[in-house]
Nanobody
Framework: QVQLVESGGGLVQAGGSLRLSCAAS????????MGWYRQAPGKQREVVAV???????NYADSVKGRFTISRDNTKNTVDLQMNNLRPEDTAVYYC?????????????WGQGTQVTVSS
């Protein structure tokens, strides 16, 4: 199995910053894309930012210029630096990766961490 453990969520005022971290562990022989998704109450889960093993990144339009994703391939970690947070960023944030285990590429998810931005 592959486990993803997130940390760093919390409550912050609008305009503030938070940094989310996620560590992957388990029996994956390789990890391809890693990323962050979020789900607000009553809404579908949406992609926030994704980074490939080669370092290529993609961001949702709503977070471009405010959020930065980074990863450490040697430690199998992915971070999300969130600046200038807005109330609409309030959601549960989930870490995600695509990992190779027993010759099969599969999706894995963390348990989620709450981010609340007050106005």
């Amino acid at each position: 199995q592959v486990q993803l453990v997130e940390s760093g969520g919390g409550l912050v005022q609008a305009g503030g910053s938070l940094r989310l971290s996620c560590a992957a562990s388990g029996s994956a022989s390789s990890i391809n894309a890693m990323g962050w998704y979020r789900q607000a109450p009553g809404k579908q889960r949406e992609v926030v930012a994704v980074i490939t093993s080669g370092g290529s990144t993609n961001y949702a339009d709503s977070v471009k210029g405010r959020f930065t994703i980074s990863r450490d391939n040697t430690k199998n970690t992915v971070d999300l630096q969130m600046n200038n947070l807005r109330p609409e960023d309030t959601a549960v944030y989930y870490c995600h990766c695509v990992a190779l285990r027993r010759s099969t590429w599969s999706d894995y998810w963390g348990q989620g961490t709450q981010v609340t931005v007050s106005s």
